[in-house]
């Protein structure tokens, strides 16, 4: 009796699988809504001296663009994503002395930058409803500029930071599990969970105003450094899709 079951089961799903209501040479042209993802990380450090330390980040981003793609075979879709990406990341560190004197910063850097990458699609099975389950892979790599703000205070004196980001160099590669929903033969709607890995260079210049708690004296440094940042993260789509046969 199981296996009469475990046969009805796989013939079914063969069957919805081997249906496709794709062809090869299908062209899909299609449009995200918003792809957002966030992410965050908090380190704790305790050392030997009594000396302790805190740091969190949080990173959310929000990505726009047209997608295109080509059936390879009946389920099988390649192409390519330009795109629009925005983020935002929050930092915070607190130090706390072995004597209980505690001091700390916040950083916040927002970026914006234009990539391009491939994808690869594979359409899996059918459920009822005209839904299509799919697994997808894609990368993309891109180039942009930003800003970044911050505020640090130490037992004398407080700070507050602004400076510009540039020279960055962003890629990341990631994959997802989706549903398409089929409003009509031809259009579908996309909706998607999945994992992403990034990675950001980009060069910072920095202006820093700190003010003397006792006197109020106000002096300022200028500093630079190159940044290199990877973040792991999930992410959550939903956009539109025309397929069009070729």
């Known amino acids: 009796m199981k296996k009469a079951i475990f046969a009805m089961i796989a013939s079914f799903v063969f069957f919805l699988g081997t249906n496709a209501q794709f062809t090869k040479g299908t062209v899909m042209l299609g449009t995200a809504i918003g792809t957002t993802g966030y992410s965050s990380a908090n380190t704790d450090y305790s050392y030997d001296a009594g000396n302790a330390k805190s740091t969190g980040t949080n990173t959310f981003t929000l990505s726009f663009g047209p997608q295109i793609g080509v059936f390879l075979t009946q389920h099988l879709v390649f192409g390519a994503t330009p795109s629009l990406n925005l983020s935002t990341s929050h930092a915070s560190t607190t130090n706390t002395s072995a004597t209980g004197v505690q001091t700390g910063s916040t950083t916040t850097t927002t970026t914006t930058t234009v990539s391009i990458g491939p994808f690869l699609r594979d359409y899996f099975v059918m459920v009822p409803g005209n839904n299509w389950f799919y697994v997808q892979v894609n990368g993309s790599a891109g180039s942009g500029s930003g800003s970044s703000s911050g505020n640090s205070y130490t037992a004398t004196s407080t700070a507050n930071t602004n400076g510009k980001v540039s020279d960055i160099l962003n890629w990341n590669a990631g994959g997802s599990l989706g549903l398409t929903h089929f409003f009509y033969k031809h259009i579908g709607m996309d909706v998607a969970l999945g994992y992403l890995y990034s990675h950001a260079h980009n ?17 300022q440094n200028a500093s630079s450094y190159t940044l ?7 992410t959550f789509g939903v956009g539109f899709h025309w397929f069009m046969k070729g």
Do not use: A, E, Q
């Not at 920095?206 to 006792?214: A, E, G, L, V």
């Not at 290199?228 to 999930?234: A, D, I, K, L, M």
């Open 203 to 219: 060069y910072n210049v920095n202006n820093t105003y700190t003010t003397n708690k006792s006197t109020g004296d106000i002096s």
């Open 228 to 234: 290199g940042t990877g973040t792991n993260g999930v």
